[in-house]
């Protein structure tokens, strides 16, 4: 069961054992992560890269070809539009949809109307005030930087400069 049978050198072989395993233990966690780096870092892209750039366009061509040749048609998909038919918007779908249903409704509703009971077909003219309405977020802070205002010293500084200038500007008269 011991390593050996005195005591001091069995406590030194398992110390020395325990030691290898640690390293050894490391050693492997330093190398299993350097991979999985690499490959995360370069041969996940690679892979996705020749998947989506060249393996999908053959595999597009040789269906077209095949098609052509054989249908006398283009090849038109595998689903067409009518096993997926667009519905719209739908509103009651989530609190965020309705959110942003009411706000382009209660946004688009005066310029809805050109002329006094007449309706355009055009897209809404949006204006700076619509901007800045849609600006703002939930949180109430607003993601368009504001107009800065000029402080009170510059405000007086400009006043005197253009007293200044029409004081010395000669009078028609």
Not at 18 to 30: I, K, Q, R
Request: with cysteine.
């Amino acid at each position: 069961m011991w390593i050996d049978q005195d005591p001091e050198i069995a406590f030194d072989r398992g110390a020395l054992l325990f030691e290898l395993t640690e390293v050894t233990y490391d050693t492997m966690g330093v190398l299993w992560n350097a991979s999985v780096d690499i490959f995360n870092a370069g041969i996940i892209p690679l892979w996705n890269a020749a998947s989506f750039y060249v393996a999908e366009p053959f595999i597009v061509l040789l269906l077209e070809i095949f098609s052509q040749l054989f249908m006398r048609r283009h090849w038109q998909g595998v689903f067409s539009e009518d096993d997926f038919p667009y519905m719209g918007l739908d509103c009651t779908a989530s609190p965020k949809a309705a959110q942003w249903c009411g706000e382009r409704a209660r946004t688009r509703a005066p310029h809805a109307r050109t002329r006094p009971g007449r309706t355009t077909a055009r897209a809404p003219q949006v204006g700076t005030s619509t901007t800045l309405r849609s600006s703002i977020r939930p949180t109430g802070h607003r993601t368009l930087p504001r107009s800065r205002r000029p402080t009170k010293a510059a405000a007086s500084t400009t006043r005197r400069a253009k007293t200044s200038r029409s004081e010395s500007r000669p009078r028609d008269g």
